[in-house]
Each structure stands twice: as structure tokens, then as C-alpha cells.
């Protein structure tokens, strides 16, 4: 019987206990099988052996004795025997028969006649004497002799009689006895067969009871599971209702706080407007003066124009005749385009209609679950990331009319101070302010409704095409003075002796020359294989020879006119403005020539100096918009990036980007300081005293490069790019690829203008002019589009929904790749310009996501060791949050453990190392600087011991001491 034991046993023991007695019974089981196995092959065994032993009794019991005592029983008593008497001799019949056999090789190989010749020869009168010797009367026998024999032979038979008689009782005796033994065996094995049975019977009514057991304890355990989770459920209750509760005091004190503030703020604006009326009244009367003498300079200056125009009143008319004339004829050429365009436009018309037919009854389907998911508030926790997918049709609050373009804007809108202090002003119940979630739902309902027509939207097309125009102007004159500038260089360089002790250097000067050979040969049109492979095999000699990464054979190369070379190979790609039109080089190939490009520039500051210098950057920036135009066309804002071609993530824009931003990173790297030269020719010193220094032409020459990037839209195309991501990239490393080697391109171009602009690390540095537009290109597309991307990239391959799952916090390594570039690029633009990231980033709808991320981001580096994503997101939450009250208060909200929270339950390292706390504790500082509920979060997460200790460094100190003056200062601008 089974003994009951009061002491609960753990899960494992228990698993443990239930495994070993399965495997006992188990092997018992077995074994029973083979006992009962044995058993009945015995017992088989047994019956057999007794069968035969009856059969050879009853074969015993019929055999009689029968003696012959005739003559001939001497014959057979001598064969029974086995004896032969041969010649004299007894001889044994098995010898016979040796003898016999013995002799048969011999008798085969010998001839009859030899046989008769080897028989030996018999004397003469043989046979005579022999038949005397046989017929003489002394042979023959008496009668009495006979009579004696035969009583003899008689006496000799009833004995052999007896003792055959005798063996004959013997052996039946011996048989019987073995037949009484069988027999008890067999008993003895079919008892034991009944008593296995009852074995068995007994070990299954114990196997039974066993499972009935095991099912009572799991039932029991169950229902032990069941009141523990009612438990748990009762306490999560009550916790929430505190929550609410701390959260209703909390809100009551900010109220409060931003009433004061208000009225503190409307008296020193009426005490402002009172100064700007009299500044206004000083400056009225200024502008009244330099009103009356500019319009003295007008009339002189009317009077000289008027005698020019009349002068040049004839020319105009004739060059007016000669564009005349141009215009016809390119008219006449573009209505043939046109019409051929016109054609094609037809066909995608019909293409897109169809798919927006498709795309119109699935947002249908979309939009009933998205109008169940509102009307019911499923999503309005933002704890839970939200999707950031453009709605089809826009959303706008009608209370603070402010346009909505997604969930993430809808939820980050709602949970905003503005919208539910105005939802409160507006709404009431019986005389009460509306709770949090009464506020949400009722904002869902009520104020949250969908556009119906953008009239806001219409002119948008025609300003974006005035902007565009004149940046290509401008685009044009930066283009026209890197040329001027790239060709005094080259004049420079061709007096300069440049060589290189390269081994390599006269097979990277043939290679370069057999690529010049080839494209002066080829004629126009699509290249024969026979060319093509020629050209790949020409670029794997020199792939071969660069990827041993010398710099002197990359020297050479560039030296032998290898980057011109390449130069005139991808200027092919050019002419292609069609998706579907065939290139005359295949993109692999082309794909070849920009890995050796890659390779000419990969860490040598001498190749990266001369692409700059030499303008030949600009050529990859055209032919990187190109390709970007190709594949992204220009649209509005409002759907930017949703009909982009999935093509421009292959390997020839990614190659573009990946040189680009390989040529960027070397020349920060490798960037002049004073006037130091590294890469240009020496020149005397007159010209030196005429030329500026090495660092000011880098500077000049970076600038105009930035600008001119900028200008030709690179930025809003690459936005394009990023907002067409809607998902992760795990299963996609061509699209992870291109999205590591675009952000390491914006970080290069925003390291390279924070380094030629000379700008301070200081975030309190007023000096915040860009001459090179980039950050505010970069504001206008909201870091053009990275964070978007980051975020879908995250969170748009997970379920979201609070009641199925929680966002994974673990991935893949594209992934990871894809969020350090990303927050590289975060950091070097906050470094650039603190304020405009911190506007960016913690403006509404974007400040949620960025929560989300870097939440998340933490919670892959606390499953996941990756120390440099860690020290990226530590960084740019201290950008985010430095100086800033509002993205102070966003890393402190959220779903728990926070993003503050977060950092301060990191590895007991970052509190005890002096590396990892320089990393980690300036961002502690920013977040809770002149924030009580952050510092009360670090109180009970840490120990402010670790930060006194800290900030009490000599070093130290004087940073914060110089913070908090610097700070007041700006409050005081303020």
C-alpha cells in the first residue's frame, strides 16, 4: 500500500519522484515479460522432451531379441563387428575403406594394363598345390566335432540373449525415470506460470491505485494554483487603486502649480508689451527716416536703369528671336516625350487603380477593427507600444484641432496635459473633474474624428516645387565652386612627384589602364558577356590586391587613375530614370566597382582627402540621389514614403552609402587641425601668405559639401526610405544593411558638421548657426524619418495588445546593428544641436516612441550583453533629458520598471566601475536636474551616496558648479 506524506515536495523532487517510479514500474513490467517468456518456452521444451522419451519407450518395449545361430551368423556377427579378414589378416572395414580411397588417385592416373604388369607373378603349379592342400580328408569335420560346434554357438546365443534382456530392462528403467522427472518439471513450470499471473493481476490493481493518486494531487495542486492567482489578482487591485489615488493628489498639486505660473507670466507680459509699444514708437520713427532716403536713391537708380534697358532693348529683342526659335524645337521634342510618357503613365494608372481597388476593401476590413479598437479604448494604455503605420485617412482632435497621423500621435495626444485640461474645461459629471480613463474614452468618442477633406493640403505641392527650385539654384553655384576649387587642386597636384612604394604598384597600374582600355572600346548600348567578364575579372585583380588593406597599394591605385577609372564605369547608372530600363553594365558588375571603390578609400586618409578635394564626392552624391530618385519619387508629405520601390535596398545604393559614409568617417577621423597639411602638395610661401590655412580650406570645402548635399535633397529622400519600413528586418539583412549604412551616413555628415563648424561640447552654447542647412533639413523630417524607422523596426513584428503579449525584448543581431547606428547618429545630431533634438524628440507622438524605444532597448541589454548599444542608449536619454523638464518627466512614465528605472537597476559594474560610471552617471544627473519626483525615483532605486561621491570629484565638481551657472543664465535669457 502507497504511504501518503503530509511534507510538500518541490516541483522538481516531485518530477523527479513521478519519473523514477515510472521507470521502476516500467523495468518491472519488462522483466515480468521475460520471466513469463522463458516460462512458456520451458514448458514447451518440457512437453517435447516428454513426447520423445514416450515414443522411444514405446520403440523399446516392441524391439525383440532375435540371435541367429546358423552358419551365416558368424559372417554377420564379423560385420556387426566391423572386422574384415583379409588374406590372414583382421583388418578393420574403416581401414578397408582408407585403403581403399588411398589407392583411387593412384588407380585413375594408371592404365589397365600397367595394374595387370605391376601384379607380381605366381609361381608354376600353384593352383594345383592349393587345390590338394583344400581337398585333403584331414579338413573335413566329424560328426561329433559339428555337434560340439553347434552346442557351443547355442550356449554363446542364450547368453548374449540374457544380457541383451538385461540392457534391455536397464535402459527402460532409466527412461521411465526421466519421464517421471519431465513430467514433475513441467508441473513445477505451469505452477509457476499461474503464480507470474497472479503477479501480474497484482501489479496492475497497484499501478492503477498509483495514476488514481497521481490524478487526486494534481487536481489538488490545481486548485492550490487557482486560489493563489485570486490572491494575486485581489492585491494587483488594490495596488492600482492606490496608484489612481496618489496620482489624483499628484495631479491636484500640478494644477495648482500651473495656475500660479500662469498668472506670474501674464503680469510680465503685460509688463513686456508696455516695452515693445515704446520701441515700436523709436523705431517708426527710424524707418519713416530711411524711408525718404531710400526712395531719393529709387529715382536716381530708376533713372540709370531706364537709359540701360534702352540699350539693351535691341539686344533682348534678338536673343528673344534666337530662344524663340530653341523653344519651338524643344517643344516639338518634349510633346513626343510627352506623349510617350503619356502612354506609360496610362498603363501605371490602370496598375495602381487595380491594387488601390485591393487596398480599398482591405481598409475596409482595417478600419471596422480599428473603429471596434477606438469605440472600445482597447489601445489606450500607452504602456503598450502602439503602431506608428500613417492612418489611411488622417485623424484630427476637433478640441484642440491638431492633426493626428497615427496611433502613436493619438495616444501620446490624449495622454497630453493641453488635451485633457481641455477636455475637462469642457466636459463634466454632476459637478466633478473627469478621471483619467473617462477623459481617454471620452476623447475617443467624442473628439478624436477623421478627415474628410485636407483643404490645408492643396497648396502644399506648389511651395514644395517653388522650395525645390531654389535649391537646385543653389546646389548649382556650390557645384560650380567646388570645380573651380577642384581644379586648382588637381594644377597643385600634377606639380607634386606623388609615388608610392607599393609591390604592387606597376599590376595596379595596368589593372587601372586595362579599365580605361575596355570603356574606350565598348560602343553604346548594353555591354557584350564577353566584355562584362572581362571587366569582373579585371576588378577581382584589384580586389584581390586592396583587400590586404595597404595603404601604399591603395595609394597606387588612386595615383594610377584607378577612382577615375571607376569613376566612368558607374557613370552608366546615369542615364537610367526607369525602374524597368536595363543598364548597360549588369548591377553586379557595378556592384564590383563600387567594393573596389570601397576598398580604394577603407582607412586611408590620403584616397578620402583626394575624393574631397578633388570633387569627386559630389559625383557619388549624384549618383547616389540618382538612384534614390529612381526609387523614390517625390510626394507630398502627407504620404511620403509609401510608394517606394522595395529595388532601392539592393546592393548599388547600399554600396553608394556604404562608400559615402566610409569617406566621412575617415576625413573626421583624419581631419586637419591648424595649418597642418596632410594631403595637399607643399607651395612656396608667397602663395601660402595668399592661400588660407589646410583646416580653413577642409572646413570650407566640408561646408559647401554639406550644403550641397542638403540642397539637392539627399535628406528627404533617405526620409522617404525610412518611413517606407513598416516592420522588423530580422528576415531581411539587404534592408538592414542599407538602413546600417544610411544612418553611418548622417552621423558622418552631422560628426563632420559639428567638426567644421567649431562648435562646443557645452550644451548651454548659444552658438547654434548652421551654415550648412542640415539641421534644420534634419528638423523639418524629424531626424529624417530614423526614429520612425527605429521604431517599427522594434515593435511593428510584435503583438502590442495588453491582453495577448508584451513587446519582445530580445533581437536579432541586424536588429541591434540597425539601433547603435541609429543612436549614433541621435547622439552626434544632439551634439550638434541640443535644442532642435530635444524639440524633435520630445514632441508629441515622437517623445512616446522614443520611450518605448530606449525601454526597450534596455530590456535587450539587461537579457543580452552588448555594451556598446548600452552606452548609446545611456547617452542619448542624457541628451534627451538634460535641461529639460518636460523629457524628464517622460523617462519617469510609463509602464514599470521605467526607462529611469531601468538605468538604475543596471549591473552593479556601471555603479563601482570608473569607466561604466562616467558613462552612466551624468546621464543620472541630467535626468533628475532640477526634478524632485526623478530625484525621489533615484532615492529609492540607489543609493545617492554613489552620486555625492561622484559630483565631490575635483573634476567633477567644477562641471557642476559650472552646469548650474550656466544654467541660470539661460533661465535669465528665458
Known amino acids: 500500500a502507497l504511504i501518503k506524506v503530509s511534507v510538500p515536495i518541490s516541483t522538481p523532487d516531485q518530477f523527479r519522484y513521478k519519473l523514477g517510479l515510472k521507470q521502476v514500474l516500467a523495468k518491472k513490467e519488462e522483466l515480468a515479460d521475460r520471466l513469463e517468456k522463458a516460462n512458456e518456452e520451458a514448458i514447451a521444451s518440457a512437453i517435447a522432451e516428454e513426447e520423445q522419451l514416450t515414443r522411444e519407450i514405446e520403440a523399446e518395449e516392441n524391439n525383440d531379441i532375435n540371435i541367429e545361430t546358423d552358419n551365416d551368423s558368424d559372417f554377420s556377427a564379423s560385420m556387426g563387428s566391423g572386422s574384415v579378414s583379409f588374406c590372414g589378416m583382421s583388418m578393420d572395414w574403416n581401414d578397408v575403406l582408407a585403403d581403399y580411397e588411398a589407392r583411387e588417385t593412384w588407380r585413375q592416373s594408371t592404365s589397365w594394363g600397367d595394374i595387370v604388369e605391376e601384379e607380381p607373378a605366381r609361381p608354376p603349379g600353384h593352383g594345383i598345390h592349393m587345390h590338394e592342400k583344400l581337398s585333403s580328408p584331414s579338413r573335413k569335420r566329424t560328426i561329433a566335432e559339428s555337434k560340439k560346434k553347434h552346442e557351443e554357438k547355442q550356449m554363446k546365443a542364450q547368453q548374449l540373449r540374457e544380457k541383451l534382456r538385461e540392457e534391455k530392462t536397464l535402459k527402460l528403467q532409466k527412461l521411465l525415470e526421466r519421464e517421471k522427472d519431465v513430467r514433475k518439471w513441467k508441473e513445477e513450470l505451469l505452477d509457476q506460470r499461474r503464480r507470474m499471473m497472479e503477479e501480474k493481476l497484482l501489479h496492475a490493481e497497484f499501478k492503477r491505485e498509483v495514476q488514481l493518486q497521481a490524478i487526486v494531487k494534481k487536481a489538488q495542486e490545481e486548485e492550490a494554483k487557482?486560489?493563489?492567482?485570486?490572491?494575486?489578482?485581489?492585491?494587483?487591485?488594490?495596488?492600482?487603486?492606490?496608484?489612481?489615488?496618489?496620482?489624483?493628489?499628484?495631479?491636484?498639486?500640478?494644477?495648482?502649480?500651473?495656475?500660479?505660473?500662469?498668472?506670474?507670466?501674464?503680469?510680465?507680459?503685460?509688463?513686456?508689451?508696455?516695452?515693445?509699444?515704446?520701441?515700436?514708437?523709436?523705431?517708426?520713427?527710424?524707418?519713416?527716416?530711411?524711408?525718404?532716403?531710400?526712395?531719393?536713391?529709387?529715382?536716381?537708380?530708376?533713372?540709370?536703369?531706364?537709359?540701360?534697358?534702352?540699350?539693351?532693348?535691341?539686344?533682348?529683342?534678338?536673343?528673344?528671336?534666337?530662344?524663340?526659335?530653341?523653344?519651338?524645337?524643344?517643344?516639338a521634342a518634349l510633346t513626343a516625350a510627352q506623349q510617350e510618357a503619356m502612354e506609360e503613365l496610362q498603363k501605371k494608372i490602370q496598375l495602381k487603380h487595380?491594387?488601390?481597388?485591393?487596398?480599398?476593401?482591405?481598409?475596409?476590413?482595417?478600419?471596422?477593427?480599428?473603429?471596434?479598437?477606438?469605440?472600445?479604448?482597447?489601445?489606450?494604455?500607452?504602456?503598450?507600444?502602439?503602431?506608428?503605420?500613417?492612418?489611411?485617412?488622417?485623424?484630427?482632435?476637433?478640441?484642440?484641432?491638431?492633426?493626428?497621423?497615427?496611433?502613436?500621435?493619438?495616444?501620446?495626444?490624449?495622454?497630453?496635459?493641453?488635451?485633457?485640461?481641455?477636455?475637462?474645461?469642457?466636459s463634466s459629471i454632476?459637478?466633478?473633474?473627469?478621471?483619467?480613463?473617462?477623459?481617454?474614452?471620452?476623447?475617443?468618442?467624442?473628439?478624436?474624428?477623421?478627415?474628410?477633406?485636407?483643404?490645408?493640403?492643396?497648396?502644399?505641392?506648389?511651395?514644395?516645387?517653388?522650395?525645390?527650385?531654389?535649391?537646385?539654384?543653389?546646389?548649382?553655384?556650390?557645384?560650380?565652386?567646388?570645380?573651380?576649387?577642384?581644379?586648382?587642386?588637381?594644377?597643385?597636384?600634377?606639380?607634386?612627384?606623388?609615388?608610392?612604394?607599393?609591390?604592387?604598384?606597376?599590376?595596379?597600374q595596368r589593372l587601372a589602364k586595362d579599365l580605361l582600355k575596355q570603356l574606350q572600346v565598348q560602343d553604346s548600348g548594353s555591354w557584350a558577356n564577353n566584355k562584362v567578364s572581362a571587366l569582373d575579372r579585371t576588378l577581382g585583380e584589384i580586389t584581390r590586391v586592396l583587400e590586404k588593406k595597404n595603404v601604399a597599394d591603395q595609394i597606387a591605385f588612386q595615383v594610377a587613375g584607378g577612382l577615375t577609372a571607376l569613376e566612368h564605369i558607374l557613370?552608366?547608372?546615369?542615364?537610367?530614370?526607369?525602374?524597368?530600363?536595363?543598364?548597360?553594365?549588369?548591377?553586379?558588375?557595378?556592384?564590383?566597382?563600387?567594393?573596389?571603390?570601397?576598398?580604394?578609400?577603407?582607412?586611408?586618409?590620403?584616397?578620402?582627402?583626394?575624393?574631397?578635394?578633388?570633387?569627386?564626392?559630389?559625383?557619388?552624391?549624384?549618383?547616389?540621389?540618382?538612384q534614390l530618385t529612381v526609387y523614390v519619387p517625390d510626394e507630398n508629405n502627407?504620404?511620403?514614403?509609401?510608394?517606394?520601390?522595395?529595388?532601392?535596398?539592393?546592393?548599388?545604393?547600399?554600396?553608394?552609402?556604404?562608400?559615402?559614409?566610409?569617406?566621412f568617417s575617415c576625413l573626421i577621423a583624419n581631419r586637419p587641425e591648424g595649418n597642418s597639411q596632410p594631403a595637399t602638395p607643399k607651395i612656396s610661401t608667397q602663395e601660402m601668405k595668399n592661400k588660407p590655412s589646410q583646416?580653413?580650406?577642409?572646413?570650407?570645402?566640408?561646408?559647401?559639401?554639406?550644403?550641397?548635399?542638403?540642397?539637392?535633397?539627399?535628406?528627404?529622400?533617405?526620409?522617404?526610405?525610412?518611413?517606407?519600413?513598416?516592420?522588423?528586418?530580422?528576415?531581411?539583412?539587404?534592408?538592414?544593411?542599407?538602413?546600417?549604412?544610411?544612418?553611418?551616413?548622417?552621423?558622418?555628415?552631422?560628426?563632420?558638421?559639428?567638426?567644421?563648424?567649431?562648435?562646443?561640447?557645452?550644451?548651454?552654447?548659444n552658438n547654434r548657426q548652421d551654415p550648412t542647412g542640415l539641421t534644420s533639413a534634419l528638423q523639418a523630417t524629424d531626424l529624417a524619418g530614423v526614429l520612425h524607422m527605429l521604431y517599427c523596426v522594434l515593435f511593428h513584428g510584435t503583438i502590442s495588445d495588453p491582453s495577448t503579449a508584451s513587446p519582445k525584448e530580445s533581437y536579432t543581431q541586424n536588429t541591434v546593428q540597425v539601433a547603435i547606428q541609429s543612436l549614433q547618429f541621435f547622439n552626434s545630431f544632439a551634439a550638434l544641436d541640443l535644442p532642435a533634438f530635444q524639440s524633435i524628440v520630445g514632441a508629441e507622438g515622437l517623445s512616446l516612441?522614443?520611450?518605448?524605444?530606449?525601454?526597450?532597448?534596455?530590456?535587450?541589454?539587461?537579457?543580452?550583453?552588448?555594451?556598446?548599444?548600452?552606452?548609446?542608449?545611456?547617452?542619448?536619454?542624457?541628451?534627451?533629458?538634460?535641461?529639460?523638464?518636460?523629457?524628464?518627466?517622460?523617462?519617469?512614465?510609463?509602464?514599470?520598471?521605467?526607462?529611469?528605472?531601468?538605468?538604475?537597476?543596471?549591473?552593479?559594474?556601471?555603479?563601482?566601475?570608473?569607466?561604466?560610471?562616467?558613462?552612466?552617471?551624468?546621464?543620472?544627473?541630467?535626468?533628475?536636474?532640477?526634478?524632485?519626483?526623478?530625484?525621489?525615483?533615484?532615492?529609492?532605486?540607489?543609493?545617492?551616496?554613489?552620486?555625492?561621491?561622484?559630483?565631490?570629484?575635483?573634476?567633477?565638481?567644477?562641471?557642476?558648479?559650472?552646469?548650474?551657472?550656466?544654467?541660470?543664465?539661460?533661465?535669465?535669457?528665458?
Open 226 to 331: 487557482v486560489n493563489e492567482i485570486a490572491f494575486i489578482n485581489t492585491l494587483e487591485a488594490q495596488n492600482k487603486r492606490h496608484d489612481v489615488l496618489s496620482k489624483l493628489k499628484e495631479y491636484e498639486q500640478r494644477l495648482n502649480e500651473l495656475q500660479e505660473e500662469r498668472q506670474r507670466r501674464q503680469e510680465e507680459k503685460q509688463a513686456r508689451d508696455e516695452a515693445v509699444q515704446e520701441r515700436k514708437r523709436a523705431l517708426e520713427a527710424e524707418r519713416q527716416a530711411r524711408v525718404e532716403e531710400l526712395l531719393m536713391r529709387r529715382k536716381e537708380q530708376e533713372a540709370r536703369i531706364e537709359q540701360q534697358r534702352q540699350e539693351k532693348e535691341k539686344a533682348r529683342e534678338d536673343a528673344a528671336r534666337e530662344r524663340a526659335r530653341d523653344r519651338e524645337e524643344r517643344l
Open 430 to 508: 454632476q459637478g466633478r473633474e473627469l478621471s483619467d480613463e473617462e477623459v481617454e474614452h471620452l476623447s475617443l468618442k467624442k473628439y478624436i474624428i477623421d478627415i474628410v477633406v485636407e483643404s490645408a493640403a492643396l497648396p502644399e505641392p506648389l511651395k514644395d516645387g517653388e522650395e525645390r527650385q531654389k535649391n537646385k539654384k543653389k546646389a548649382k553655384k556650390i557645384k560650380a565652386r567646388m570645380n573651380s576649387r577642384a581644379k586648382e587642386y588637381e594644377s597643385l597636384m600634377e606639380t607634386k612627384n606623388c609615388g608610392s612604394d607599393s609591390p604592387y604598384k606597376a599590376k595596379l
Open 571 to 626: 557613370q552608366v547608372v546615369v542615364p537610367t530614370t526607369n525602374v524597368n530600363t536595363a543598364s548597360r553594365i549588369p548591377p553586379k558588375s557595378l556592384c564590383n566597382a563600387i567594393n573596389v571603390y570601397n576598398l580604394t578609400c577603407s582607412n586611408c586618409s590620403e584616397n578620402c582627402t583626394d575624393v574631397l578635394f578633388s570633387n569627386k564626392i559630389t559625383f557619388l552624391m549624384d549618383l547616389l540621389i540618382h
Open 695 to 765: 583646416g580653413d580650406a577642409f572646413n570650407s570645402r566640408v561646408q559647401d559639401l554639406i550644403s550641397y548635399v542638403v540642397n539637392i535633397g539627399l535628406i528627404n529622400k533617405l526620409h522617404g526610405c525610412f518611413l517606407s519600413v513598416q516592420g522588423p528586418v530580422d528576415e531581411n539583412p539587404k534592408m538592414a544593411t542599407f538602413l546600417q549604412q544610411a544612418t553611418e551616413l548622417l552621423h558622418g555628415m552631422c560628426m563632420l558638421c559639428f567638426a567644421v563648424t567649431r562648435r562646443s561640447y557645452s550644451i548651454f552654447d
Open 354 to 426: 487595380d491594387e488601390s481597388i485591393r487596398r480599398h476593401m482591405e481598409q475596409i476590413e482595417q478600419r471596422k477593427e480599428k473603429a471596434a479598437e477606438l469605440s472600445s479604448g482597447r489601445h489606450a494604455n500607452t504602456d503598450y507600444a502602439p503602431k506608428l503605420t500613417p492612418y489611411e485617412r488622417k485623424k484630427q482632435c476637433s478640441l484642440c484641432n491638431v492633426l493626428i497621423s497615427s496611433e502613436v500621435y493619438l495616444f501620446s495626444h490624449i495622454k497630453g496635459k493641453k488635451h485633457q485640461q481641455a477636455v475637462r474645461e469642457n
Open 849 to 974: 516612441a522614443f520611450r518605448h524605444i530606449a525601454s526597450s532597448l534596455l530590456g535587450h541589454c539587461s537579457q543580452v550583453s552588448c555594451e556598446s548599444l548600452l552606452h548609446e542608449v545611456i547617452v542619448c536619454v542624457g541628451y534627451f533629458t538634460v535641461n529639460h523638464p518636460d523629457n524628464q518627466v517622460i523617462v519617469q512614465s510609463g509602464r514599470h520598471p521605467t526607462v529611469l528605472q531601468k538605468l538604475c537597476q543596471l549591473p552593479f559594474q556601471y555603479f563601482s566601475d570608473p569607466r561604466l560610471i562616467k558613462v552612466l552617471f551624468p546621464s543620472l544627473i541630467a535626468a533628475c536636474y532640477n526634478n524632485r519626483q526623478n530625484k525621489i525615483i533615484l532615492e529609492q532605486e540607489m543609493s545617492c551616496v554613489l552620486l555625492a561621491t561622484f559630483i565631490q570629484v575635483p573634476s567633477v565638481l567644477c562641471l557642476i558648479l559650472w552646469l548650474c551657472v550656466s544654467a541660470n543664465a539661460v533661465e535669465k535669457e528665458k
Open 638 to 663: 502627407a504620404i511620403l514614403g509609401r510608394n517606394t520601390n522595395k529595388q532601392v535596398f539592393e546592393g548599388l545604393t547600399t554600396g553608394l552609402l556604404k562608400v559615402s559614409a566610409v569617406v
